[in-house]
């Protein structure tokens, strides 16, 4: 399984449009970006791959980096940054299925399918494949499972990508808080790979109007909000599932520029073969 990270940021990116901070200035300077979220997974035994997430970003992504284009997507929730750019498949594919959680979402009455579902019908080329959450499925000969997490109001789910022949096994946190639910995080233990969202360090929940949250015995909040985890509780999570190798993605602009560039924060376009 070769696994390219094409994004690795948050909904604004790094560099921000219309940012002079010093995180996005040393992005400039060094030409490094965090686009916004898409993985790119390629299954090599059969030259399959697949997309989770469809950033606004798609057509930068597939233009800068060396991966071909999905023959399979998966969305992990409803979110401008991982859906709109399902726009980009116009005139590109002949024909593209697309999975995505078929739990109804009390926010917005319809499932993460149903909403892909709704929002694209004008592409015909595009095929919406309603999956039960915790249970898996093939996609590009992989065995992928979708699994709930904690991203309020809305519902989002990680994913667990597994190759049955060689075993290799990438885990994904989505956009989520510290409280994975049990059952979710039984299905993304043990991975070679684990993507964790850490959308930025702890000490910078004092800025936000709620706060940190779902903090350890240290009193280090592991939620940034309620929506995102912070660096450390991306970790404490990785640490949890036993991740052989981890990457914190989805972060944003706002880590102090001393910390943006330190490991493990990842970079776009970096490649696992796993
Ligand atoms: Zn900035
Ligand atoms: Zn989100
Ligand atoms: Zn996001």
């Known amino acids: 399984m070769r696994v390219t990270l094409l994004g690795t940021g948050d909904t604004t ?12 200035a040393e992005a400039h300077r060094r030409g490094i970006e965090r686009t916004r979220f898409s993985v790119h997974v390629e299954n090599e035994r059969t030259g399959d791959s697949l997309l989770v997430d469809f950033s606004p970003d798609f057509r930068h992504q597939f233009l800068t980096r060396e991966v071909p284009l ?52 004008y592409l015909d080329r595009v095929g919406v494949h309603p999956q039960p959450p915790l249970e898996p499925f093939e996609i590009c000969g992989l065995q992928a499972t979708l699994v709930p997490v904690e991203h309020p109001p809305l519902i989002c789910y990680g994913l667990a ?50 706060g940190g949250d779902h903090h350890d015995d ?10 995102h ?34 490991e493990p924060l990842a970079v776009d376009g970096e490649v696992y073969e796993l």
């Open 13 to 24: 990116g790094t560099p921000t449009a219309g940012c002079d901070c010093d995180t996005c």
């Open 70 to 121: 999905p023959d399979a997507g998966i969305v992990t929730h409803i979110h401008f940054d991982h859906l709109d750019g399902l726009g980009n498949a116009f005139r590109l594919f002949d024909d593209l299925p697309i999975y995505a959680a078929d739990e109804t979402d009390p926010v917005t009455d319809e499932s993460v399918a149903e909403t892909v579902g709704r929002k694209y019908d």
């Open 161 to 210: 990508i597994e190759d049955p022949e060689t075993g290799a096994k990438l885990s994904l946190s989505g956009d989520t808080n510290y409280a994975v639910p049990d059952p979710s995080r039984a299905a993304l233990r043990d991975p070679d790979l684990f993507l964790a969202d850490g959308i930025v360090p702890a000490s910078l929940c004092a800025k936000h109007p709620l």
């Open 218 to 227: 240290d009193g280090v909040p592991r939620t940034f909000g309620s929506k």
């Open 229 to 262: 985890m912070t660096r450390e509780g991306a970790l404490s999570l990785a640490d949890e599932l036993d991740a052989s190798q981890t990457r914190i993605v989805h972060t944003a602009h706002f880590y102090p520029v001393d910390e943006a560039f330190e």
